[in-house]
T-cell receptor, first 110, second 114 residues
Framework: GIQVEQSPPDLILQEGANSTLRCNFSDSVNNLQWFHQNPWGQLINLFYIPSGTKQNGRLSATTVATERYSLLYISSSQTTDSGVYFC????????????FGKGTLLTVNP | GAVVSQHPSRVICKSGTSVKIECRSLDFQATTMFWYRQFPKQSLMLMATSNEGSKATYEQGVEKDKFLINHASLTLSTLTVTSAHPEDSSFYICSMDRGLTEAFFGQGTRLTVV
């Protein structure tokens, strides 16, 4: 099956700093999503981005499908950005059967 | 986004008992639903794919007799953890195939078996 690798595994920032999270995947995908898992465990959809670039406020994401990686950018980080960020991909034939990376644990200190 | 409701959000049960978790779509019909499990400080792993009106498909290493999945209608799938043991304590979360491009998840259920 598809392998998904996220880096870094842990990231500690001061409030206001910028960061880049990376997701590498091993095969062509039909679906790539970024999630933020809140302290209660719920997965918050950040981006659906199998290719291209999207922006939503302080967050943006870019996926270069031909090179099999995606980047999530967080600018002017806030303490509320803390949590685990997951990249998940869906291979050909099923957009919804997702394979998750191990996540990046982001801690933003005041 | 799609609304997927999962209940209960938290449950504590005694070892040997069974627990049922519901996953319900509130604003669309889903022919396919997915159940994931997440152990503490780990990633989410797909357990099974549930298709309305047919038997679920389980991933390798997931005991189908222990994790019973029923997809009785296009808006409801249930996961029953039978004869639960402490090692079944985990976070269980469902997602639904809405027929579009993006997957949406329920709120998740934190199961603790004592």
């Amino acid at each position: 099956g598809i392998q998904v690798e996220q880096s870094p595994p842990d990231l500690i920032l001061q409030e206001g700093a910028n960061s880049t999270l990376r997701c590498n995947f091993s095969d062509s995908v039909n679906n790539l999503q970024w999630f933020h898992q809140n302290p209660w465990g719920q997965l918050i959809n950040l981006f659906y981005i199998p290719s291209g670039t999207k922006q939503n406020g302080r967050l943006s994401a870019t996926t270069v499908a031909t090179e099999r990686y995606s980047l999530l950018y967080i600018s002017s980080s806030q303490t509320t950005d803390s949590g685990v960020y997951f990249c998940a991909v869906g291979g050909r034939g099923s957009n919804y059967k997702l394979t998750f990376g191990k996540g990046t644990l982001l801690t933003v200190n005041p | 986004g799609a609304v997927v409701s999962q209940h209960p959000s938290r449950v504590i049960c005694k070892s040997g008992t069974s627990v049922k978790i519901e996953c319900r779509s509130l604003d669309f019909q889903a022919t396919t639903m997915f159940w994931y499990r997440q152990f503490p400080k780990q990633s989410l792993m797909l357990m099974a794919t549930s298709n309305e009106g047919s038997k679920a498909t389980y991933e390798q290493g997931v005991e189908k007799d222990k994790f019973l999945i029923n997809h009785a209608s296009l808006t409801l799938s249930t996961l029953t953890v039978t004869s639960a043991h402490p090692e079944d304590s985990s976070f269980y979360i469902c997602s639904m195939d809405r027929g579009l491009t993006e997957a949406f998840f329920g709120q998740g259920t934190r199961l603790t078996v004592v």
